[in-house]
């Protein structure tokens, strides 16, 4: 078990890794290919590394969404589960 400090910590960190990849996955969707095919780089090489990045971006970011959101079912069931325990408590 992750202490609770942590725990936020880790979360926090989770959520914001998320939103950045989300915004990264749309500023490599849009501008990506640009970028590449002014360097140089084949257009259809450019667009498929441009849309292959931004597909990973996105996948990160779901993965860590669902992660943040496993973490908070993970605490509200700790919380469940501890009241529930010292409600079964016999009374002396």
Known sequence: MQSPKRRTVLKSFLKGSSKVLFLATGGVFLIGDRILGSAGVDFLLSELLGIGTATVCLIAGVILKYKIEDM????????????????DKPKT
């Open 72 to 87: 908070e079912w993970e605490e509200a069931n700790e919380a469940a589960r501890e009241s529930a325990a010292s409600q």
